[in-house]
């Protein structure tokens, strides 16, 4: 959830530009290709889900196909041994290519070129079929009265490509089977406090409640302010009763999420929450859900957005320690995740919170993707001149997600050129952001903002980098950013050896990364102005998160 500052982040006259995530393709519509998704689970095998290619194919409606099997596509001239090729393919539980003759609601004869693929659950069960099909009539060979050669192969591998794509979509979305009250168990699951915050403050208070044997829920805290508030819920300042302890609770509303289709986006969410335990990352201490609500109890960070605090500086840039600083931290958390193999997606500064000594916590996961990760080490070999030297370079620990995706999100002007063309994206994605949060800090914009969604997609795709000579910056910075901002991702900086590459460039120098949580955060040209609970008038009982709910 992308959150938009209230007045009392001081920063109104920035209101109407604020950069709303976009999750323009996390649902199977965008995929544009003749397909059904199959529940093997039900009788009959019956299709829940058409795309609207396939009813343009077929000339069905929606309504006249949901619920069937698909044996309403053969006729007289349907091969039945090739039907019973996929059939077995069905109890077997494989996928199957074959080319057979199917017919359109008005009776017209087409060949369909038709790739069947099963789809498993985490738990290795078989949870759908996913059918996709292809129109080769114009390619059929009257001799031998089917597909040609060269025709079938290119179609197989366009229609295989095409299921993987629908596989991944259907993997975003809840089991369709699920009972709607199951779609939030995942917010009632009690959490564990992990090695590094064990001990604070947050989690005593927290624990203490729960050594009573009570739930936590959300008559435990007091609302103390709103932070701010987004398209599927609002995040609050609150305060554990009795306790003192000061929270941001994200509380995300059901139904709106129902209806728009997120309800994937925050089960994810959550479960990325819980693998969290990192100085630059947020804490999740518990979650829970009311009858309208599903809500999260994480870190408050008192410094706020980083980009509000790059708002209230000079031109609105930073100086190039401070955003050296900043950046560096950003490495970090974005190494630990794609570690667990989260490709983080929506990096910003309006997603960079500030701790109040002025570090950072990277935040909102709502548009992220959890894999698994390849955990490995290189040894770098020794050149001559290091041999000279006798200067030893230690092996690199790499860790990257290991699977790509397809879908269409991020926020606007960091989206990487990847997602914009469809081709598939890594965590590469990442530190394409990565490099146009460093152009922002140090130039005050993005590099390539139109004025449009549409001319900021083409400069994305097209137009040169380009740095103002207005402002001062050092070469090793620009070189930085050009390496980040390759529009081959195979080409950029981080590609292959992970945050590694990133952390040896000179830019970072200066930085000792073991120690840099132990780092005083440069200062500000116009210093950070702390968020608490006396820094705004206290919320009125009718105004309070309660009433929200």
């Not at 050296?324 to 500064?349: N, S, T």
């Not at 009718?542 to 709910?549: A, L, N, S, Y």
Request: net charge negative; with cysteine; charged share 25%.
């Amino acid at each position: 959830m992308t959150v938009e500052r209230t007045n009392s982040w001081e920063r109104a006259e920035r209101e109407k530009d604020i950069r709303q995530g976009l999750d323009l393709a996390t649902t199977l519509e965008r995929i544009e290709k003749n397909f059904v998704i199959t529940d093997p689970r039900l009788p009959d095998n019956p299709i829940i889900f058409a795309s609207d290619s396939f009813l343009e194919l077929t000339e069905y409606t929606r309504e006249e196909i949901l619920g069937r099997n698909c044996r309403f596509l053969q006729g007289s001239e349907t091969d039945q041994t090739t039907v019973d090729k996929i059939r077995e393919a069905i109890r077997e539980q494989k996928e199957v290519t074959v080319q057979l003759i199917n017919y359109t609601k008005s009776g017209k004869k087409f060949w369909n070129l038709f790739h069947l693929q099963p789809m498993w659950d985490q738990k290795g069960e078989l949870q759908y079929f996913i059918g996709v099909q292809l129109d080769g009539s114009d390619h059929v060979e009257p001799l031998r009265n089917r597909l040609s050669e060269n025709t079938e192969i290119q179609s197989a591998k366009l229609v295989k490509a095409t299921a993987g794509n629908v596989d991944e979509a259907v993997r975003e979305l809840p089991d369709a089977n699920l009972r709607p009250e199951d779609l939030w168990a995942m917010h009632s699951l009690s959490v564990s406090p992990k090695p590094h915050k064990r001990n604070n403050s947050s989690w005593r208070a927290i624990e203490k409640i729960i050594e009573t044997g009570e739930k936590i829920s959300l008559k435990h805290f007091k609302p103390v302010k709103p932070l701010g508030c987004g398209d599927t819920g609002s995040v609050h300042l609150v305060e554990l009763q009795g306790s003192g302890e000061l929270f941001a609770m994200k509380a995300m509303d059901k139904s709106v999420m129902l209806n728009r289709n997120k309800v994937h986006r925050a089960i994810i969410e959550r479960e990325i929450y819980s693998l969290l335990d990192h100085p630059f990352l947020p804490t999740l201490y518990t979650s829970f859900q009311t009858p309208t609500h599903v809500c999260l109890i994480t870190d408050f960070c008192p410094g706020g957005e980083l980009f509000a605090a790059l708002d209230k500086q000079p031109l609105k840039i930073f100086r190039e320690d401070s955003a050296r600083f900043y950046a560096a931290e950003v490495v970090i958390g974005l190494e630990y995740l794609h570690c667990l193999g989260i490709i983080y997606r929506d990096l910003k500064p309006e997603n960079i919170l500030l701790q109040a000594d002025g570090h950072v916590v990277l935040t909102d996961f709502d548009l992220s993707f959890l894999t698994s990760s390849k955990p490995h080490v290189i040894k770098h070999s020794t050149s001559l001149k290091r041999r000279r030297s006798q200067e030893f370079m230690p092996p690199s620990f790499v860790s990257d997600p290991s699977t790509p995706s397809n879908s269409f999100v991020g926020t606007e002007e960091y989206i990487a050129p990847e997602v914009i063309t469809g081709a598939g994206h890594t965590s590469a994605i990442d530190w394409w952001a990565l490099g146009i949060l460093l152009y922002e800090m140090l130039y005050g914009r993005t590099p390539f903002r139109g004025k449009n969604r549409k001319k900021t997609f083409y400069n994305i795709l097209h137009k040169d980098l380009t740095f103002p000579s207005s402002i001062p910056v050092s070469l090793e910075a620009k070189q930085l950013i050009h390496g980040l901002l390759q529009r081959d991702p195979s080409s950029r900086i981080g590609s292959n050896t992970g945050a590694n590459d990133i952390k040896e460039h000179p830019f970072f120098e200066d930085i000792y990364w073991p120690l840099i949580r132990c780092m005083s955060p440069p200062e500000l040209d116009v210093p950070l102005k702390l968020i608490g609970k006396e820094s705004q008038p206290k919320v009125k009982p009718e105004e309070g998160v309660i009433d929200t709910f």
